[in-house]
């Protein structure tokens, strides 16, 4: 049982280049998340997926798009990368308010 | 949208002393409460939580406490121990049952 799993674990891209992130759970959970964590900043989220075929707005989702693939995969897209990106990603999945979260992918944007 | 702040942003303590961790939140109708422990290079992980029809709840050395009328919660781990060096983050429920995350607590135990 591996819970949730990020694809890649790094990554360096370019000003301008795109990139999706991925994530996968197997614990048959409806709801899923994407973060940002930035110092001093704690987690703040990106957007958020109540239930397979769904897709909301978090607290900072301009310059990310993603995509409810099914109910266990849930991706996360920088159609053109900006330095002010860089950050380390997570991705989660709740069961009620209880969420559970991958080892993260952390990206630089130069 | 909620707002939850938390102090202090770094905290030493000697390796057997207690620590004590306090976050506030502004969203009166928030009534879900966890703690985050993050190890380096790892995700957040929950360590414990509280709900808002309880004031305190307690496993082993950790525990938290609410105070909904003041909009505060704390977390406080006694008999500290290396281990126990992490970043801790509180968070609360609001909204479309999303979390609201505080900055993080750098906590080190001094052995």
């Known amino acids: 049982n591996a819970g949730v799993t990020q694809t890649p674990k790094f990554q360096v891209l370019k000003t301008g280049q795109s990139m999706t992130l991925q994530c996968a759970q197997d614990?048959?959970?409806?709801?899923m998340y994407w973060y940002r964590q930035d110092p001093g900043m704690g987690l703040r989220l990106i957007y958020y997926?109540?239930?397979?075929?769904?897709?909301d707005k978090g607290e900072v989702p301009n310059g990310y798009n993603v995509s409810r693939l099914n109910k266990r995969e849930f991706s996360l897209r920088l159609e053109s990368a900006a330095p002010s990106q860089t950050s380390v990603y997570f991705c989660?999945?709740?069961?009620?308010?209880?969420?559970?979260f991958g080892a993260g992918t952390r990206l630089s944007v130069l | 949208g909620e707002n939850v702040e938390q102090h202090p942003s770094t905290l030493s303590v000697q390796e057997g002393d207690s620590a004590v961790i306090k976050c506030t939140y502004s969203?009166?109708?928030?009534?879900?409460f966890p703690w985050y422990k993050q190890e380096l290079g790892k995700g957040p992980q929950l360590i414990i939580d509280i709900r808002s029809n309880v004031g305190e709840k307690k496993d082993q050395r950790i525990a938290v406490t609410l105070n909904k009328t003041a909009k505060h919660f704390s977390l406080h781990i006694t008999e500290t121990q290396p281990e126990d060096s992490a970043v801790y983050f509180c968070a609360a429920v609001s909204g479309a049952n999303n979390l609201f995350f505080g900055t993080g607590t750098r906590l080190t135990v001094i052995p």
């Open positions: 997926s109540a239930s397979e075929g769904t897709t």
């Open positions: 969203d009166s109708a928030s009534n879900y």
């Open positions: 989660a999945s709740s069961v009620q308010w209880v969420q559970y």
């Open positions: 614990m048959n959970h409806n709801s």
